[in-house]
């Protein structure tokens, strides 16, 4: 254990997001995703029976969003609906986003199969528990100054 670090973050974990630099993405994703095959031999690291939310949460403690992003977070939208339907999951997200200091309109809705091309670019997959559908996040570091 860690003084003032997330108890969920892992020592893996830990090691992955400090090895990241500026402008690498790190995906949040649900259970269900395909974490395995898109990550072709990029690290994937699993918290089960965690939320999205809940590791979303622990991962941004300790992750600076960058700030020459205009969109430094995206979730999956879900196929089919209306572009600014949020399921309570990614609302979370967004929400979590905004507490970091950012606004709801950094956040990134994308089209599920435009998702699987973005997490092609991510530098590490952290798969959760999270047993709803859609329930998938990006985020991009930013710079930590001295």
Sequence with gaps: MLKGIDPILTPELLMHLCAMG???????VDANFTADFLAHGKPVVRLPGLSLARVSQAVLSVFPLA????QP???MQVCHSA???RTAAQQDVVSLVVQAGLSDAQV???????FYEKIKGASLIVQTGEGTAYGNAMFCKGVILL
Aim: proline content about 4%.
């Design 83 to 85: 572009d600014n339907h």
């Design 73 to 75: 977070a995206a979730y």
């Design 67 to 70: 700030a020459d992003v205009p």
């Design 108 to 114: 990134q809705a994308v089209e599920r199969y435009a």
């Design 22 to 28: 500026h402008g690498e993405w790190v995906a949040v």
